[in-house]
């Protein structure tokens, strides 16, 4: 398919990821949601839905800055990588010739690689990680090395991936100790400022606090109330979880890690880190994939590359297609934030537009049904994606999963004939009123209603 025709599909079908995200993040209870989808330089969708703050009643917009946690790895991995092309770092160099406080430590020998790729042996969070429900700051460098020093060693160096924000905080000294500056001053030089980010950095900046979007407490049952978590410096743990961006300006800086685009690094550089360094598999399940500095994943047929974040109060995800271009960026603002559902759902749904709109498909009627409809038993969506009109329950993750096609017959429509444990191959009865506006359907033998009619019907209905 040609990069035209990508983005006529991407173009047509993005109110709807914006819609469908939109509902995932408000039938889950989110506070608040930033989304943003583009592709090789074409921003698609720009959404903010919901709330800054639960307690302000402020509401959420593309501007509020999000606390993006562990995405801050692959940023550090990026100034790495930069390090290592220009000749001053290299990949084998060991931990105790690179910090001399850790010189005779026994996690002297483990080498830059080995941090990167999660593959040192390194302790996560110390023995004591309160840090994270803010019983305790984070980690000042010294007590990170004394950590590494003290109790740093769990594993021997590529005996188990072993996934470690000390590791990583130990990689921000590194980065300090080669170049002489500090981590924010080499995060801008090397990332920021090359890409013009002006809502990214390496920390909680005091002078923009009003600018964060709220983190909030998730819910231990549905009933129970969201209180706001306060942004904390992570001090010198920034280079694991520190980072703060938007989802417009993630999927600017996701679109660096497509082959092609050396605004940052060589493609021989981005082939190493997206490269499979560690499947991670316990007892024969395989719980996920990472390679240096990025995890790995598969959607659908898409090869993807990308990182989650949790922060206290924020979830986040982005994906990159570097093959392709796509990056998919989700921020969610509570502990509980369903961001890897929503990021991995909207590549779902372009995935089932592009597949479809590979396909010979009969005309769409001008007056489809296209919208959203309820009953008693749930929500369709009726959407027309690549040139295929789909019936989807947006509330199911994975949308492609549950996607009926209607396809027109003798001018009118019909579930496709399948096989199915549904109304497959029955007809779709669509009811207009005098203008031509539909008013109820029944794709499934049930009657239902534009969402917002449902809504008053099911208010107006008496209580037995």
């Keep these: 398919m040609t990069d035209d025709r990508t983005a006529k599909i991407l173009r047509s079908i993005a109110p709807y990821l914006a819609s469908w995200a939109a509902f995932q993040a408000d039938y889950h209870g989110m506070p608040g949601l930033q989304l ?58 060991a931990v105790g010739e690179l910090v001399p406080e850790l010189d005779g430590s026994a996690a002297a020998g483990v080498t830059v690689r080995e941090l990167l790729g999660h593959q040192a042996g390194i302790i996560r969070d110390s023995s004591d990680g309160d840090f994270w429900q803010h019983k305790r700051p984070f980690l000042d460098r010294e007590q990170v090395l004394e950590c590494v020093r003290a109790e740093g060693v769990v594993f021997e160096p590529n005996e188990h991936f072993k996934y470690t924000n000390i590791g990583y905080s130990l990689l921000g000294i590194i980065i300090e100790q080669v170049t002489g500056k500090t981590y924010d001053e080499m995060a801008r030089a090397a990332v920021v400022e090359p890409l013009g980010l002006k809502r990214t950095g390496t920390e909680l900046d005091p002078a923009r606090a009003a600018e964060y979007a709220a983190g909030h407490t998730g819910r231990i049952t549905h009933g129970d109330t969201r209180r706001v978590v306060p942004h904390v410096d992570t001090r010198a743990m920034a280079a694991a979880t520190g980072w703060y961006s938007t989802a417009l300006e993630m999927v600017r800086y996701g679109a660096t890690h497509v082959f092609g685009d050396t605004t940052l690094l060589s493609d021989k550089s981005k ?194």
């Design 36 to 93: 943003a989808v583009g592709r090789r330089g074409t921003v698609f969708v720009d959404l903010a839905w919901g709330k800054a703050n639960l307690e302000t009643g402020e509401d959420l917009t593309s501007d509020h800055l999000f606390r993006v946690a562990s995405h801050s790895k692959t940023f550090t991995a990026v100034i790495v990588m930069r390090l290592v092309e220009h000749g001053k770092l290299r990949l084998d160099d």
């Design 271 to 464: 082939r190493l880190l997206q490269r499979e360094e560690s499947r991670v598999v316990v007892r024969g399940a395989e719980r996920g994939r990472y390679g240096v500095g990025m995890s790995l994943g598969k959607i659908g047929d898409r090869e993807v590359v990308g990182h989650s974040g949790g922060y206290p109060g924020h979830i986040t995800r982005t994906w990159i297609d570097p093959a392709d271009g796509l990056v998919v960026s989700a921020l969610t603002n509570s502990v509980d934030g369903i961001a890897d559902q929503i990021a991995t759902g909207v590549i779902h749904l372009i995935n089932l537009a592009l597949a479809a709109a590979d396909e010979e498909a009969g005309e769409i009627p001008d007056n489809a049904p296209v919208g959203r409809f309820a009953n008693l038993w749930g929500v369709a969506d009726v959407v027309d994606l690549g040139g295929i009109l789909h019936s989807i329950n947006p509330r199911f993750a994975r949308p492609d999963e549950v996607a009926v096609r209607l396809v027109a017959s003798d001018g009118a429509l019909a579930q496709e004939s399948v096989p199915g444990f549904g109304t497959v191959g029955e007809p779709v009865q669509v009811e207009r009123d005098a203008d031509g506006a539909v008013t109820s359907v029944r794709v499934n033998a049930l009657t239902s209603w534009p969402i917002d009619e449902f809504r008053a019907r099911a208010a107006a209905r008496p209580s037995r």
